[in-house]
């Protein structure tokens, strides 16, 4: 088998489609996994926000906490405004 400049020219091509078709495919499956978790970061948020809604209705004190910070929050619309006489 003779090497000659049209085969290694040849083997080289071959060799750099394979490495761009595959760098391609890694940039289309990057982009997909990034997107795919920010709509799950955001859903998240909403479903956590929906669920705090729902237990603020219940007119109960909701203890949140972040780390070793905690609050206690309820909902005004459940508050009595004092009688006035």
Same mark, same amino acid.
């Given at each position: 088998?003779? *090497? =000659? $400049?049209?085969? *290694?020219?040849? *083997?080289?091509? /071959? !060799? %750099? #489609?394979?490495?761009?078709?595959?760098?391609?495919?890694?940039? *289309? %499956?990057?982009?997909? @996994? #990034? =997107? $795919?978790?920010?709509? /799950?970061?955001?859903?998240? &948020?909403?479903?956590?926000?929906?669920?705090?809604? &729902?237990? /603020?209705?219940?007119?109960?004190?909701?203890? #949140?906490?972040?780390?070793? =910070?905690?609050? @206690?929050? !309820?909902? !005004?619309?459940?508050? @009595? /405004?004092?009688?006035?006489?």
């Amino acid at each position: 088998m003779v *090497i =000659t $400049k049209k085969l *290694i020219l040849n *083997i080289f091509l /071959a !060799i %750099w #489609i394979i490495f761009s078709i595959g760098y391609i495919f890694y940039d *289309i %499956w990057s982009d997909f @996994k #990034i =997107t $795919k978790l920010n709509q /799950a970061y955001q859903q998240g &948020r909403v479903d956590t926000i929906d669920e705090l809604i &729902r237990q /603020a209705q219940k007119c109960e004190v909701l203890p #949140i906490f972040s780390g070793d =910070t905690q609050v @206690k929050l !309820i909902n !005004i619309d459940c508050l @009595k /405004a004092p009688e006035t006489k």
